[in-house]
């Protein structure tokens, strides 16, 4: 219960509440005409409440022979409705969040409208700032994927080098395994440089080049025939990192388990249906060892391979029944919530 009504029964209230806001206010007619101003808006253009009355709006405050483009007023002239702009005026020396509400009679007929400029300069001043600081910390996050991937690829050449003294061929392909899982993190790394994007990676792009990279790096000691089928997917780099390693250890494992002819297919599915990734890479080969399980036998490459799945929370299933089939499952991490 209001106590206390004297206020609201002051003959002029509505100049008074009129001139008390802070916004700059003015009421105009459907020909631009400025009918009326409140303190605010007269005090910033530096002129009284009477002397700008019956002069175009867009004369008054742009200092223009006709309305802007955008002008708020102008939008709703054409169709009636009420209109927001954002318009940098420098001759107010700021910026201003512009809404104009029409102004309608007892017949619905639009009279012009009550037109509103809330100063917004500080806080774009503040979105400015904002816009900078992220932009610094994409061009540092992209440094560091770049020097990251500069490293690894150190690595690799390293390993590279360090091979060509080996003479066992055991060790010498433990050194080609562990320099094909350096050049895959490191692909992803360039991936990341080149992307606008520091979260997510387009993972069917970079599913293809890894792919390709390995079959390079065998392809002069196996003849094996790649198939892929990938459609895009968007995936966050936390599990494309994991993914990319996974895919490097099974095809690594085609290449030198599979074919002992030296000959054979290896294919590579990616698709999401719904919110599920599914990853499937199998192949032709002689199968999986009968009796091994995968997820606690095997070498050091399939236990990599189970510690990665778990890591993205993803599922792995084998399917022996025509070589070797490995399932990888996991959602989508944007619709877990």
């Not at 895919?247 to 388990?257: D, G, Q, R, V």
Request: net charge negative.
């Amino acid at each position: 219960m209001i106590e206390d009504k004297s206020i609201l029964e002051l003959k002029d209230i509505w100049q008074y509440v009129f001139d008390a806001s802070p916004d700059l206010i003015a009421i105009i007619d459907n020909n631009y005409n400025v009918l009326k101003i409140n303190k605010a808006m007269a005090n910033s253009l530096g002129v009284s409440s009477e002397e700008v009355v019956g002069l175009p709006c867009y004369k008054i405050v742009h200092h223009t022979h006709s309305p802007l483009l955008g002008c708020p007023h102008a939008a709703l002239l054409k169709d009636g409705h009420e209109h927001t702009h954002e318009i940098e005026e420098p001759n107010l020396n700021g910026y201003f969040l512009v809404t104009a509400s029409p102004l309608i009679n007892k017949k619905n007929k639009v009279l012009g409208s009550v037109h509103i400029a809330r100063d917004i300069t500080k806080r774009r001043e503040i979105e400015k700032k904002l816009e900078n600081t992220v932009h610094d910390k994409e061009i540092l996050l992209k440094e560091i994927h770049h020097r990251v991937k500069n490293n690894l690829m150190m690595i690799s050449s390293l390993l590279n080098i360090q091979s060509y003294y080996i003479q066992d061929p055991e060790v010498k392909d433990i050194f080609l395994d562990s320099q094909n899982r350096a050049e895959a993190m490191a692909l992803l790394h360039q991936k990341l440089y080149e992307s606008n994007d520091m979260k997510d990676i387009e993972f069917s792009d970079y599913l293809m080049t890894l792919v390709s990279n390995i079959k390079n790096s065998y392809g002069s000691k196996y003849g094996v025939e790649l198939k892929l089928d990938i459609k895009p997917g968007i995936i966050d780099v936390d599990r494309a990192i994991p993914l990319g390693l996974v895919t490097t250890e099974i095809i690594i494992n085609s290449f030198k388990y599979a074919f002992p002819e030296g000959k054979g297919i290896i294919r590579v599915k990616f698709f999401k249906e719904d919110d599920l990734f599914t990853l499937i890479i199998s192949d032709d080969g002689i199968g999986f060892p009968k009796g091994l399980d995968f997820r606690t036998e095997g070498n050091m490459g399939m236990s990599i391979i189970n510690a990665l799945i778990n890591q993205i929370d993803g599922s792995i299933e084998l399917n022996r029944d025509d070589g070797t089939m490995f399932i990888i499952q996991f959602k989508d991490e944007e619709k877990d919530y």
